[in-house]
């Protein structure tokens, strides 16, 4: 576990680096935008050259450690077990009316005479109907 541990803060420190390094150049590829002489390492176009390798190189090294420790933790992951203790066997709905909540309506009976009597038509005005 204490290699898994290294692994995460390397690959930490890699991943600050690669953050600086990305932010350091310029948008246009000029670099850290140092003048000099047109030729030699800290030039515009040594500088863009340098930030330009250093992060691939950063890249590649974050994604490497972070296959690895991918991988690390599927290995380490695979001995715990579930926690059962808090698993609800019960219907929820079930003890409702006895713990004090709203109780469900019971389910209409099967009379068939009862279902073929239509409503009366409500009437719109409030007032008694003319016969």
Same mark, same amino acid.
């Given at each position: 576990?204490?290699?898994?541990?290294?692994?995460?803060?390397?690959?930490?420190?890699?991943?600050?680096?690669?953050?600086?390094?990305?932010?350091?150049?310029?948008?246009?590829?000029?670099?850290?935008?140092?003048?000099?002489?047109?030729?030699?390492?800290?030039?515009?176009?040594?500088?863009?050259?340098?930030?330009?390798? %250093?992060?691939?190189?950063?890249?590649?090294?974050?994604?490497?450690?972070?296959?690895?420790?991918?991988? %690390?933790?599927?290995?380490?992951?695979?001995?715990?077990?579930?926690?059962?203790?808090?698993?609800?066997?019960?219907?929820?709905?079930?003890?409702?009316?006895?713990?004090?909540?709203?109780?469900?309506?019971?389910?209409?009976?099967?009379?068939?005479?009862?279902?073929?009597?239509?409503?009366?038509?409500?009437?719109?005005?409030?007032?008694?109907?003319?016969?």
């Amino acid at each position: 576990m204490s290699l898994f541990i290294f692994l995460t803060v390397i690959q930490a420190l890699v991943a600050a680096a690669l953050v600086g390094v990305i932010l350091i150049q310029k948008s246009e590829g000029g670099g850290l935008g140092v003048g000099g002489s047109p030729a030699g390492f800290m030039s515009a176009r040594g500088a863009a050259d340098f930030l330009t390798r %250093m992060t691939s190189i950063l890249a590649a090294l974050f994604v490497g450690l972070s296959i690895v420790l991918a991988a %690390m933790a599927v290995n380490t992951g695979g001995t715990r077990s579930l926690d059962t203790s808090l698993q609800r066997t019960a219907d929820p709905l079930a003890g409702q009316s006895q713990q004090g909540g709203a109780q469900q309506p019971a389910a209409p009976a099967a009379d068939p005479s009862a279902a073929a009597v239509p409503a009366a038509p409500a009437d719109p005005l409030g007032g008694a109907a003319k016969q």
